[in-house]
Structures are given as C-alpha cells and as structure tokens.
C-alpha cells in the first residue's frame, strides 16, 4: 500500500509540477512583447546571458572542429576522399553538433547561473517584495532573462559553427595537408543554406526557447532554501541536456528523415 | 487614481472569518481582525503563529481558503489582477530581511518603484529618494550595496523604499528581530514618526511585546490560529487571560506548554529505536 502511495503521490506530484511549468512559460510568454519599451532590460540579459558565454562556446567549438577534421581525416583517407573532409566538417557542425553541443554548453554555463540567481532572489524574497511594489517578477525578471536565453543561443550556436569550421581548416588544411582549394570549394558546392544551415538555426531557436525556459522555472519554483537551489541548479542542467539531446532526435527526424 | 480615504467608521483593512491552511494544518481558523486608518496597529503572538502569512494574506500573495479581506474597501482576493496591482502600489511592505534587490544601490533600490511606476525626470525621482533616505537617517549611504549594510540599516532602506510611492498603508513584518538596543530605539522611533508624518496606516507584525506596545494604539494578540485577545496596550497590560500574561510577561510555561506535543518521555526513550 505504501508503496502504490508512493506512486501516486509522486505521479501527482510531477504533473502539478508540469502544470505550474506550463502556466510559468504562457504567463511569460504574456510578458514579452512589453520587454520591448525597456530594451535596456534586454541588452542587459543579452550581455550577461550572451557575450559572457563567448569564451567557452569559442574555445570549445574551436577543439571541436580541430577533432572532427583529425577524425574525418583518417576515415576519409582510406578512401582517398580527403578532400571533402571540409564538407564532412561543416555539416556535422552546422547540422548536429554547433546547436546541440552549444546548447549543453550553455545549460550549464548560463542556464545553471539563472536558476541560481532567481532561486536565490526567490529565497531573500526579493521576488515577494517586487510583487509587494506592485511589480510583477515575470515581466521585470523573468521575460528579460528569456529574452536574452532566446536571442543568445542561436548566435552561441553560429559562432560554435564558424570558429569549428575554422578549427577543422587549422587541422585539415595546416596540419594534414588538405588542399584548401578542395576544402573550401567542396564545402560551398555541398552544403545547402536551406536544408542544412537554416535547419540549424530552427534547432538552435527551439533549443535556446527550451533552455530559457527550464532554467528560469527551476529558479522559479525552487524550493527557497540553500538545499532548494542547488537542487534546482543541478535540475536544470539535466533537464536541459535531456531534452536538448531529445528534441535534437525528433527535430533531425523530421527535418532530415525521408 | 481616485482616493477616498477610509473613514472614522469604516476600518481601512478589514478581515472577516479568515481561514488558511498550510496542507491540513490551519494557520488561521476564523479570524476578524480590523485595523483602522491612521494608527499604528501590532499583530502579537509566538513564532510560527503565521504572522507573515497573515501579512502576505493582506497583500493578496496568497488566497486564503475561506474568509474576505477588504483593504480601502475592496476585496484583495476578488478584484482583478491589474486593479490587485493599483491597490499594492498604495500598500507598502517592510520584510523582515528587507528584501533589497541586491544587485542595486541603495539609492537605485528606493527608485526602484519610482522608475516602475512613474516617468518621473531623473532630477525629480533624486530629490524624492534623497528626501525618502533622509527621513530613515540614510541619506549618506545612497552609494552603498546592500550587502554593505547592517540588518538594520538594511530595514531603514526597505522603509524608505516602501514609503517611496508615498502608500496609504505599510506593513512591518518583524521590525526589530535580531536588533542591538540602538537600532532597534531607531526603528521603534521611525514607525511612530513615519505614521504621524505621513498620515500612514501601521501594521506591524512583531513578538517583540515591550517595544510593540510602546507604539501601537490598538494590539492583537493572536495564537493558534485565532485571535486570543485584542485592545489597547494599557488594556492589554490589564488583561488577566494566563494566555495573554504568559505572552505579555515571556514566561516559559503555562497554556502554551514549553515542550512540543510529544509521547511521554518514558515511552519515547523505551520504545523501539
């Protein structure tokens, strides 16, 4: 008997935390259109959320490249094919690995501070004193943040791209002798604007509306003690990397599956 | 914005049968309460009596489960979210912690509802947060960060930035917990002084009866869930229910036991581990 209690009460329990979930991102959705008469909010968000994740999606997406040419190249090789190893490189990136790989990156270097900071501002009752003044925390604090989470990631994901392209032409070109003539002419015949890098940018929106949006309800609906927020924070970096790598699985199947 | 002022007769908040459960337990079982405009008006009672809860009831952060409130007349839980959010621009709240935001000054933090509410020019909302900061002693700490500040030097801001859109009504939650004598002198001096300067409503949330009492017109004393006692301070002092007595005079037992509902000490050390 405990143990159907167990069951049903946690059954409850996640689809009570799903609704508030739901409730969260519609009454933040309400909120964003206004964000646009402070656009100071904004590039704040934008900045802090963005351009301070430079760093580590340019270093990362740097070696990235720089391994997949190395890879690329020894397969290629064998088949004497080494020349489209410009192509192979640029469609693993552009299709697969800049939005997704930029967006675990992202989960837990910006979305985990999110998380931290509204939970945080959650448990000194900041969010109760604005309610207090007659501010709502979602369209001062939250829609901001969303803001910045949504208009980062899909250029985190370009930047994670180009510099992985530029990594893979170091290691191809430089150091393995790829003629570069081949590299580049190969990688513009091959690649498709459309169908692979505007596909790229549609996983990287989704990823980046997905990411804003654990990371600002986690914080949100943290449980307002020290214990509640590094919950929380840890929540959100699994929770966004799950569903990152899920959605990535559905999106290729239906952009790419015949 | 039209503002009648509540009259004589018909108290500013009123509170009718108010019922509020935290899971099963009641925090409130059935509670009148009405606090008249222009006093300073304590709400006493032990830790845990849900105080705060009371406070945020009042302010519409929470709904209770049965019961109205009516603050200048309307009912906080009935009216629409955008009238909800007028009606809180006329209450202020001082929490306990003090709620700044941390990531501003204390100037930009009594702004703060200033530049939310208003299009006040930059020289305007200056002199007002200058006069608002002068009035809690603050003015020469305008620069500073909050986590630059004492505890109650951290509540002078709150007040501050609570009075900012200079409100009908503030709440104190727990002005003077973990206070020095000092400034616990200045918070007690700046409720009374800020009532009367301002022509404010005071409700101050406290267990701190001494320096309660010393300001408030008119006092209730509530405890499991219900009002056990309300009146004037000096009626109060009078009162001969052991509850009231025991809470006024800080005696450790009597009608609220020092030990918390337990088996029998004998039952709980023999029983199984």
């Given at each position: 008997m405990n143990g159907l209690q167990w069951l049903g009460a946690s059954a409850l329990g996640f689809f009570r935390r799903l609704g508030r979930g739901h409730l969260f991102f519609l009454d933040t959705l309400v909120a964003l259109p206004a964000n646009?008469?402070?656009?100071?909010?904004?590039?704040?968000?934008?900045?802090?959320?963005?351009?301070?994740?430079?760093?580590?999606?340019?270093?990362?997406?740097?070696?990235?490249?720089?391994?997949?040419a190395l890879q690329g190249y020894n397969t290629l090789v064998d088949f004497g094919a080494e020349e489209s190893l410009g192509v192979v490189v640029a469609l693993s990136l552009v299709r697969e690995l800049g939005p997704v790989v930029a967006a675990l990156l992202f989960a837990g270097r910006a979305g985990s501070a999110l998380t931290a900071e509204i939970g945080l501002m959650k448990a000194t009752e900041q969010l109760s004193g604005m309610e207090m003044m007659a501010v709502n925390p979602i369209s001062r604090v939250i829609a901001p943040r969303f803001w910045g989470s949504f208009l980062s990631m899909p250029l985190l994901a370009a930047v994670f791209s180009a510099v992985g392209v530029l990594g893979g032409y170091f290691v191809g070109v430089g150091l393995l002798g790829v003629d570069e003539g081949a590299f580049w002419s190969q990688m513009r015949d091959?690649?498709?604007?459309?169908?692979?890098?505007?596909?790229?940018?549609?996983?990287?929106?989704?990823?980046?509306?997905?990411?804003?949006?654990?990371?600002?309800?986690?914080?949100?609906?943290?449980?307002?003690?020290?214990?509640?927020?590094?919950?929380?924070?840890?929540?959100?970096?699994v929770h966004t990397s799950l569903a990152v790598l899920g959605l990535d699985f559905i999106l290729t199947a239906l952009m790419f599956g015949e | 914005m039209s503002f009648e002022p509540a009259t004589a007769d018909t108290p500013l908040v009123e509170i009718r049968g108010l019922r509020f459960l935290r899971g099963s337990r009641p925090i409130f079982d059935g509670i009148d309460m009405d606090i008249e405009a222009g006093k300073v008006t304590a709400i006493m009672g032990p830790s845990g009596t849900g105080k705060t809860t009371l406070?945020?009831?009042?302010?519409?952060?929470?709904?209770?489960?049965?019961?109205?409130?009516?603050?200048?007349?309307?009912?906080?839980?009935?009216?629409?979210?955008?009238?909800?959010?007028?009606?809180?621009?006329?209450?202020?709240?001082?929490?306990?912690?003090?709620?700044?935001?941390?990531?501003?000054?204390?100037?930009?933090?009594?702004?703060?509802?200033?530049?939310?509410?208003?299009?006040?020019?930059e020289s305007m909302i200056r002199a007002l947060v200058l006069m608002k900061l002068q009035a809690v002693g603050l003015r020469g700490a305008n620069g500073l960060m909050p986590s630059e500040l004492s505890g109650g030097m951290a509540r002078r801001v709150a007040m501050a930035r609570a009075i900012a859109l200079d409100p009908m009504m503030i709440m104190y939650d727990e002005p003077f917990t973990g206070q020095d004598p000092i400034s616990m002198g200045v918070l007690v001096q700046l409720?009374?002084?800020?009532?009367?300067?301002?022509?404010?409503?005071?409700?101050?949330?406290?267990?701190?009866v001494a320096e309660t009492a010393s300001i408030s017109d008119y006092i209730y004393v509530i405890s499991q869930g219900k009002v056990v006692e309300h009146g004037s301070p000096q009626n109060l002092g009078r009162s001969d229910s052991p509850w009231v007595r025991q809470f006024m005079d800080g005696l450790a037992d009597g009608p609220v036991p020092f030990h918390f509902p337990a088996p029998t000490l004998a039952e709980d050390l023999l029983g199984p581990a």
């Open positions: 646009w008469l402070r656009p100071r909010l904004i590039v704040q968000q934008t900045y802090a959320i963005g351009v301070l994740s430079m760093i580590i999606i340019v270093v990362s997406g740097l070696f990235v490249g720089m391994v997949l091959k690649v498709d604007f459309h169908d692979d890098v505007m596909n790229g940018v549609i996983k990287s929106i989704v990823f980046g509306v997905v990411a804003g949006w654990i990371a600002l309800f986690e914080g949100y609906d943290a449980v307002p003690t020290s214990e509640g927020v590094s919950r929380a924070t840890t929540r959100t970096v | 406070l945020k009831l009042i302010g519409g952060q929470l709904r209770p489960d049965a019961g109205t409130i009516r603050v200048d007349g309307q009912d906080v839980h009935r009216i629409s979210r955008k009238a909800l959010y007028e009606l809180r621009r006329r209450m202020g709240m001082m929490f306990q912690s003090g709620a700044l935001l941390t990531d501003l000054t204390v100037f930009e933090n009594v702004a703060f509802p200033l530049r939310e509410h208003t299009d006040l020019p409720i009374r002084k800020l009532n009367k300067a301002m022509g404010l409503t005071s409700i101050v949330v406290s267990h701190d």
